[in-house]
């Protein structure tokens, strides 16, 4: 089966990465499917962590209520030494302000963080497609053309941008020939199982310390009597996976005899597996998620890493599709690897304290939580650029409490939802020039928001009575402020507030003669 008229993008690959770029393109208003090999959605816990930045990323797409409801914050780890259990906080849970509304990280296994994402790509109207397996593909300047392995035989589909989402073995990335550089260590090994347990209090996440790096941890999962076992092997070790042979590991390994497994749910051996692909992109191919890199298990930093990618990616592929500068897609491989670089770094050392039973490694900070993350530096955030007292061009855009005309308080975040972009005026001569500001008519519409200052064409004018942009955001002056579809601020002018803004959006909009007037306001 042939379709005559090319699509948009072709995501291979419908786990959170690819699902999350997905939803992301059709609220664009893109034309996309996305495939996968497999003929359902994952069923395993594997990755069960989902960061604070991740959390602000699904509220944007409308998938956060789901994953709040499916999860909960982390259990105190209980450390068995002997006979006793003491008790150890891996992170501290702090309550929500007004700039972090989401500062804990969340508990739920990955199977669920799945279909919270496919239910809300189906409420966009659009379904993974399962047991599809890309075949071959091939490209050329304008098309990719990809032959898809479906129930009813071989498809070609064609599509302007083809997206490899398909894991650590990507058959996107092999096809590319893009090397992945890094190691697999064949005899570090890791049974994790996910399986109702008694015997066991759900108020902890079991660790059993044991000499030569061996351990076992059972951590309960949200809202069922499932627990995630992993339990860590030696060298000689065989890790046999059923029901009686675990049950027998466990009780020797805690000497508990009254601990049981049943209904075993999934099962898998983990290796370490740490390896970096050495590009992104070729043509009109990109790759993301576990295709682009992979990590040990070690602060939850693989998934979210990927659909941060996707986050990422996903305003880029739209604005280049509607006109943008084709150098754009550049950025999203020169924004996104040293990120990735940065997480393999960071859950490696985690992970190498975990095995040596160093306490150091049970403790989670901002470094996992993902918030202070930056493209400060990078093409797109030039690190000659203005900023504020407290914030860079290229930094995360905080959320604050303001307050509208009618003195009901409003999230910034709130304004900032959706695929447009956001210009934040504060200060009269910032508000003159966000009327004046033009943008493109094709792509990723703006919202104009004026704080503490009327402007003529503002889609808000609010206040903050509370102060919040001082501390926060370091506003102390006039400034005008341009923020991604992404969250990331793209601009920051203290002084030369049009000119200045004009130039910047060069690099991020569609280059067309024809701009709309000011004020035409951003999508919702």
């Known amino acids: 089966m042939n379709h005559l008229d090319p699509l948009d993008v072709l995501i291979v690959g419908a786990g959170p990465t690819g699902t999350t770029l997905a939803i992301d393109l059709v609220r664009r208003g893109l034309d996309i499917r996305i495939v996968n090999k497999a003929d359902h959605v994952f069923d395993g816990s594997r990755a069960k962590g989902i960061q604070p930045r991740t959390l602000e990323v699904l509220e944007d797409l409308g998938a956060l209520d789901s994953v709040l409801a499916r999860g909960s914050t ?3 780890l209980g450390i068995h030494v002997g006979p006793l259990a003491v008790p150890w906080r891996m992170m501290r849970n702090r309550q929500a302000s007004a700039d972090i509304p989401y500062p804990n990280t969340w508990l739920i296994p990955q199977h669920d963080t799945d279909r919270a994402l496919h239910d809300r790509l189906e409420q966009l109207g659009h379904h993974a497609e399962f047991t599809s397996e890309l075949v071959e593909l091939a490209q ?7 032959q898809v392995a479906g129930p009813d035989g071989i498809e070609e589909i064609r599509a302007r941008y083809l997206v490899g989402a398909d894991g650590g073995s990507s058959t996107v990335r092999k096809q590319l020939g893009i090397e992945f550089t890094g190691a697999t260590d064949e005899q570090d090994r890791m049974i994790i199982v ?8 759900r108020d902890r996440w079991h660790m059993w310390p044991r000499l030569g790096g061996k351990f076992a941890g059972a951590c309960p999962l949200p809202h069922s009597d499932v627990f995630q ?18 049950n027998e590991r466990i009780r020797s390994i805690t000497g508990n005899r009254h601990i049981t497994l049943s209904d075993i749910q999934w099962t898998s051996v983990f290796r370490p597996n740490i390896r970096l692909a050495e590009s992104y992109r070729h043509g009109r191919v990109l790759i993301a998620g576990d295709a682009a890199h992979v990590h040990t298990p070690a602060g939850a930093q693989g998934l979210n890493t990927g659909i941060q990618d996707a986050y990422n990616l996903g305003w880029k592929l739209a604005q280049v599709l509607a006109g943008a500068d084709l150098a754009l897609l550049d950025t999203y491989e020169t924004e996104r690897m040293p990120i990735a670089a940065e997480v393999l770094g960071l859950s490696t050392k985690n ?8 306490p150091s490694s049970l403790k989670r900070g901002k470094d996992e939580q993902q918030l202070a993350l930056t ?13 504020t007292k407290t914030l860079r061009v290229g930094d995360r855009m905080p959320d604050a409490i303001l307050t509208d005309s009618d003195g009901t308080e409003i999230r910034l975040f709130d304004l900032l939802r959706g695929p447009h972009f956001t210009a934040l005026a504060h200060g009269g001569p910032a508000a003159q020039a966000l009327d004046r500001l033009e943008w493109p008519t094709d792509g990723a519409q703006l919202k104009r928001i004026a704080v503490g200052t009327s402007a003529e064409h503002a889609d808000h004018v609010l206040t903050d009575p509370a102060g919040t942009l001082r501390p926060v955001h370091g506003l102390t002056e006039d400034a005008l402020l341009l923020v991604r579809p992404d969250g990331y601020i793209g601009h920051i002018a203290t002084t030369d507030f049009l000119t200045s803004t004009r130039t910047a959006t060069q690099a991020m909009t569609p280059t067309i003669p024809t701009v709309s007037a000011p004020g035409t306001g951003g999508d919702e």
């Open 140 to 146: 050329d300047g304008d098309l990719v053309t990809a």
């Open 74 to 76: 982390y259990p105190l």
């Open 229 to 246: 076992w992993m339990i860590r092997l030696a060298a000689d070790e065989e890790p046999v996976l059923d029901e009686a042979a675990l």
């Open 194 to 201: 996910d399986a109702v347990t008694t015997g066991l209090s």
């Open 375 to 387: 493209y400060f530096g990078g093409p797109l955030a030039p690190a000659d650029g203005h900023r």
């Open 351 to 358: 992970y190498d304290r975990m095995t040596k039973l160093d």
